[in-house]
Every structure is written in structure tokens, then in C-alpha cells.
């Protein structure tokens, strides 16, 4: 240690500091990407080069980064950030076997407080620690010889192109092997440690200025209600339900051998059985869903649109978004009337169903009369759509999204360090929550019921993206779309309708029951709710719209030149 101590305390380059910094993090910080490559290589024959390789290319890379901190000993704070950075990086890694792509990032930045609370631990103080002690102790002790500024300059080239030109001819010498390796293994390049989380921390915040106009395209002129309305006895109270993070392999209605969904079976709801998100999270799913443009062009587009909420309150109805989470809407809501639910709750309710800011979903059910009567009466007389934001199954603290009473499935995790639980805990844990939900819907369906003799009533529920519980060693959620496992984009889509809205759009229960396996997606939702509430727009497609074959008498060989028109493929 004393030798070391000397050694530490010789002057020394600010470019030498560097090059020491990213030797170490290449080898401390980026195990989940050694791990990863030894797991597809198989081999050691195989997977040995491939490391080596990787490696230089992970070190030159963080010696290009970093070449442009190397200038005085002011720059610590800096270096030690970005040691913070790859420890904190590599634990959610290994604990939740994410990546480090711009999804990933957009949506931690988008996590509140409390979400945030979930995802730490002992362990990740124990893990940063590991990983920080010592680069803290070094550059706290090391001495950085001070440069002119023009000396430093040049000298800060030179390195940046020195470490640009061995990593292109690593990776010319090595071509054949890695070319091909990270072709079919795109999530690896997200998985370089620090180098992906910094560089998908900048494509959120800078992409968006360059990616976006600001302009906001109007979609919703021309809205009207339809013929169903002129002499309408009762006006229609739809209920949208957004679900998180439910999969649905996981209800029973589905197949599932646990029981999760007895209050929903009891209701006799209608569950389709082959449902994909439009993303793995969910910033990315939730505008998405609510867009007319389908999965495609809304990823492509250049302008932000208005959206289902728009169009629905333009046509004139009562619009409200009610939300039990934190995060808020992400923008789906901002022009149409909203709350969080746990905002104005009676403090005995919140004593009963919230820790902090924190609820459980049955929250939304409190006060929902008076929230119905606080609407627009002249909107009100026309219809009603309420979009109720779950909080849901979302992790990876599950067991905090069902209270004790709903707890069927035991003993369960009560960790949000997710490998410190058995598998069958995570699931009892993840189920409850499910059971929760379960409860929940059922729930509102019994307050839809409840308003028959005012309204016609109907409740949709769709989740926004699934959930992975260690299949192929993964966790949570919010892989990258093109190589994410079937569970985190198979979700749960229910509905129910009361007698009057049956009544009302000549619904047939034997069509739709014979249509639940048929493909849907999230481009479905925009269509089938507009169908479901009679609201006329340029923007509505049949086609799309889960329910048109099933309404009004009209057969699926009317809707576009004699066949339908499949929902687009994932």
C-alpha cells in the first residue's frame, strides 16, 4: 500500500490518468458484457477472442470519451462522476439484466421519487462502493502536472486519435468474428459500460431538439358525434383502464393455471388472447397507444400530434384522465381535464391505501361520483369517457401493488433486489399484483353498474407492456423493442359492455367471443374506442377498429373490399 501511495503521488499527465481510469473500468465495471459473451460463445475458443476484442474497444472508447476531460486536476469531480456512473450502471445490469439504450434512460429519467425509492438497495450501495473505493482514493491522491493551455490541446488530440486508430484497427483484425457477433447481438453495444449509458443519456436530451419541431399537427378537427346520439335515452360513461406492467400469460383468463382473474371471469368480460404493445415501457407505449398514426409513424414522425383524448373532447364530449402514478400521463392528457388521483383523497383513504404520494389503485374508486359530477353538465349530457391510469404491476417493489387482503399467493418477495428472491416468490409477488388488479377492475365494473340507470356503460382495459421475471435472466422491463422477449410485449386487453351500450351499437357477444384470438395491437385502441363511442373523424380507421366487424350489422366483408384488413404485424 505504501509503495502504492508513492506511486499515486508522483506528478502525473491528466492524459495518463486517463488512460489508467479507462483500463479500470473496462475490466471492473463492465462484467455483465464479459458474462454476456461468454454465455454466446459458448466455447471458451470462441468467446475468449471475442472478449479481448471487445475489450480494447470498450478501453479506446473510453479514452476517446474521456480525452476531452484531460485537462487539469479541476476535471476529478468529472472522472469520479463517470466512475459513479459505470458502478451504478453495472449493478441494474446484473440485478435486472437490463441494457443501457435511450429507451432504457428516457424512462429512468422520466421515474419519480417514489419509483425510484423501489430500485435501491443495500446492494447497489455495496456494489457502487466496490466499484468506486479505489478510482476515489487515486484520483484523490494523484498529483495532475499543470499544461498551458495550447500544450494540453495537442496533446489531447493525439491521444484522441492514438485510441481512434487502435480501436479501427482492432476491430479491422478482428472483423470477421465481430462484425457478425454484433449484428445478431445488437443489445451488446448497449451493454459497453459507461460509453451506453452516456451515449444514451445525450440522444435523450439532444436527439428530441433536433428530432422534433414543437409543432403540435391539430387531428382533431372535424370530429363529430355519430347518428347514435340524436335520440340517444341514456348518454355512454366509457371507462378506459391503462394497465402497467401486466403480461398476459399471467391471467387466468388467458389460460394461466393460477387463478389470478376470478372477480373478472365472474363479470363475464371479454379477453383477447394475442395482443402486442407498441413499446417495452412506458414513455414509449402510453402516447403511442393514444396516437392515430399506428407504432411505425409515430416512431418516424417529426411533429407531435393530438391525440385520442384530443379528438374525443373536440367531438364534445366530458373528457377526465385520472391518474395513480406519479409519472404522470406523459403528455397524453395535457389539454383535456386531469388529476392524480391521490391529490385531493380523503386522509382516512390515504391512510388506508398509500405510503407517502404512493397508492394502491383502489384509490381511483374514491370519490369517483362526485369526480363524474364535477364534468361540464353540457358534456356530460352527451357522454363520458374516463381514462383511469393504473399503477399497476409495475417493479420491481410488486409486493407494494396488492394489499394484504388480496395476497392468495404466499410467501411472496418483499425485496426489490429482485435475485435475493426465489423464482416462485417473484411469482407469487408479481401475481398478487395481477389478483390486485383483478379485484380492481372488477370493481369498477360494479361503479359502471352501479350508473346503469343514468348511462350506458362499458369499461376497455389495455396494459402498456408486459413484464419480464427472469426468463433468459431478464428482469423488469424496457429492452429495445426488435430484440425484446415476447413478455414484455404481450399484454393483457379486456372488455365489458353493459346491456345499453350493447344495445345502443348492436354489439354481438357470439362475434366477439369467435374474434378473441384475433392479432391486435396498440394501433387497435384509437380506432375501437372512436367506434365504441360513435365518434366520427377523418383520423378513424376500420380496419382497425377490434369491434366494426362485430357492430351495427356489419359484416368483416363490408369493411375493405371484401376481406379485413389484418391488424400490422410486430
Known amino acids: 500500500m505504501r509503495e502504492l501511495n ?13 488512460v489508467w481510469l479507462s483500463l479500470y473500468l473496462a475490466f471492473a465495471a463492465n462484467w455483465p458484457l464479459w458474462s454476456e459473451l461468454a454465455r454466446i460463445g459458448g466455447a471458451p475458443s470462441v468467446y475468449v477472442p471475442s472478449i479481448a476484442v471487445v475489450l480494447l474497444l470498450t478501453m479506446c472508447g473510453s479514452v476517446a470519451l474521456l480525452s476531452f476531460t484531460a485537462w487539469s486536476r479541476w476535471m476529478k469531480p468529472l472522472w469520479f462522476a463517470v466512475v459513479v456512473i459505470a458502478a451504478v450502471a453495472q449493478h441494474y445490469m446484473q440485478s435486472y439484466r437490463v441494457v443501457m439504450d435511450p429507451s432504457m434512460l428516457a424512462n429512468a429519467m422520466q421515474t419519480d421519487a417514489h419509483e425510484a425509492r423501489d430500485l435501491l438497495s443495500w446492494r447497489l450501495l455495496f456494489h457502487v462502493l466496490l466499484v468506486a473505493a479505489l478510482p476515489a482514493w487515486a484520483l484523490w491522491r494523484v498529483r495532475i ?3 498551458d493551455l495550447v500544450s494540453q490541446a495537442w496533446r489531447n488530440a493525439l491521444l484522441l486519435l492514438a485510441a481512434v486508430a487502435l480501436a479501427v484497427g482492432g476491430a479491422l483484425a478482428m472483423n470477421r468474428q465481430l462484425a457478425p457477433l454484433m449484428r445478431n447481438n445488437v443489445h451488446l453495444r448497449y451493454m459497453i459500460n459507461p460509453l451506453a449509458s452516456i451515449y444514451s443519456a445525450g440522444a ?6 433536433f428530432k422534433r419541431s414543437g409543432k403540435l399537427v391539430p387531428i382533431s378537427g372535424g370530429a363529430a358525434l355519430g347518428a347514435s346520439y340524436a335520440a340517444q335515452a341514456r348518454p355512454p360513461l366509457f371507462v378506459l383502464v391503462v394497465g402497467e406492467t401486466a403480461r398476459a400469460d399471467h391471467f387466468a383468463l388467458n389460460g394461466y393455471a393460477r387463478d389470478t382473474t376470478p372477480e373478472l371471469a365472474a363479470r363475464k368480460v371479454l379477453s383477447w388472447r394475442d395482443v402486442h404493445s407498441c413499446g417495452t415501457n412506458t414513455l414509449a407505449s402510453v402516447p403511442c397507444m393514444f396516437s392515430p398514426l399506428g407504432k411505425t409513424a409515430f416512431e418516424a414522425r417529426k411533429d407531435d400530434y393530438e391525440n385520442l383524448m384530443d379528438v374525443l373532447q373536440a367531438a364534445g364530449l366530458a373528457v377526465f384522465w385520472l391518474d395513480n402514478q406519479a409519472g404522470g400521463c406523459k403528455g397524453v392528457c395535457d389539454r383535456v381535464p386531469h388529476a392524480s388521483a391521490f391529490d385531493t383523497v380523503d386522509p382516512s383513504v390515504k391512510n388506508a391505501l398509500c405510503e407517502g404520494d404512493e397508492c394502491l389503485d ?6 369517483l361520483d362526485a369526480r363524474l359530477a364535477a364534468l361540464p353538465a353540457e358534456r356530460r349530457g352527451k357522454g363520458v369517457v374516463l381514462v383511469m391510469h393504473q399503477m399497476g404491476s409495475h417493479g420491481p417493489a410488486y409486493y407494494k401493488r396488492s394489499s394484504p387482503d388480496a395476497k392468495r399467493f404466499l410467501p411472496e418477495c418483499k425485496s426489490n433486489a429482485l435475485a435475493e428472491c426465489s423464482h416462485s416468490e417473484l411469482l407469487n409477488a408479481y401475481d398478487n399484483s395481477i389478483g390486485y388488479t383483478d379485484r380492481f377492475l372488477g370493481k369498477t365494473i360494479d361503479w359502471l ?5 343514468n348511462y350506458d356503460t362499458a369499461l376497455l382495459y389495455l396494459s402498456d407492456h408486459g413484464e419480464s421475471l427472469g426468463e433468459y435472466g431478464l428482469f423488469l422491463h ?6 425484446a422477449p415476447e413478455v414484455q410485449k404481450h399484454v393483457p386487453m379486456v372488455t365489458w359492455f353493459g346491456d345499453g351500450i350493447s344495445a345502443r351499437r348492436k354489439l354481438s357477444p357470439s362475434c366477439m367471443e369467435a374474434r378473441l384470438d384475433a392479432p391486435l395491437t396498440h394501433d387497435n385502441l384509437y380506432h375501437t374506442v372512436l367506434g365504441v363511442m360513435d365518434v366520427t373523424t377523418p383520423t378513424y380507421k ?13 359484416s368483416s366483408l363490408e369493411l375493405v373490399g371484401g376481406t379485413r384488413t389484418p391488424a400490422p404485424a410486430r
Not at 353498474?449 to 340507470?453: F, G, I, N, R, V
Open 6 to 18: 508513492r506511486w499515486l503521488s508522483r506528478p502525473r499527465s491528466a492524459r495518463s490518468v486517463v
Open 145 to 147: 502536472v499543470p499544461l
Open 204 to 209: 435523450v436530451v439532444i436527439k428530441p431538439m
Open 362 to 367: 383502489d384509490v381511483m374508486l374514491h370519490g
Open 449 to 453: 353498474q352501479s350508473q346503469s340507470k
Open 478 to 483: 424496457g429492452v429495445p423493442y426488435s430484440f
Open 542 to 554: 376500420p380496419a382497425l377498429d377490434a369491434l366494426a366487424s362485430c357492430r351495427d350489422g356489419t
